[in-house]
């Protein structure tokens, strides 16, 4: 027998996928939102995947920890996003609409990941150097071992 999709079943996926692009967004790892919402990592991956039922309490709890509204929540973030990069009519008369604080949001979490990344190549410049200093360290053409000098 097969099982028909229903509206609801596709609706409830977007609302899970949709929760898991927000927790992306702002930059929060799920084990962080799960202490937020006092419940265990697996229930927010059951939730995020569709797999455990949502409640409205359970929504507004959600948008809460998320700081964002629950409208927010029922919506694909790309779509946001590309109405902020495509500003309307509606949103350009608005100085803070929920588009333009997503904008900013991803912008800010974009210059975050910029700044750790930055951090991490002068982590590895300077093992490269002391390498080269200490120990001699020598490189070899491409598809050769480097080896000690």
């Known amino acids: ?22 927790r992306n967004i702002k930059d929060i790892k799920q084990k962080e939102l799960a202490s937020r919402l006092h419940l265990s990592e697996a229930a927010v991956s059951n939730i995020e995947n569709d797999i455990t039922n949502i409640t409205v309490t359970q929504l507004e709890d959600i948008a809460t920890a998320l ?34 604080e997503l904008l900013h949001a991803v912008i800010a979490s974009l210059e975050k990941k910029d700044q750790q990344l930055q951090v991490i190549m002068q982590h590895f410049i300077h093992t490269i150097n002391s390498l080269v200093q200490q120990e001699k360290f ?9 080896s000690r000098a």
Do not use: C, H
Not at 1 to 22: C, D, E, H, P, Q
Not at 74 to 99: G, H, M, Q, V, W
Not at 138 to 146: G, H, L, R
């Open 67 to 100: 700081n964002v509204s629950i409208e927010q929540l029922l919506s694909d973030p790309r779509e946001k996003i590309n109405a902020a990069l495509i500003p309307s009519a509606a949103t350009t008369s608005s100085r803070f609409s929920p588009e333009t």
């Open 1 to 22: 027998m097969i099982k028909k999709k229903t509206a609801v079943a596709a609706y409830k996926f977007r609302i899970g996928s949709n929760i898991r692009k927000w």
């Open 138 to 146: 020598v490189f070899s053409p491409p598809n050769q071992v480097a």
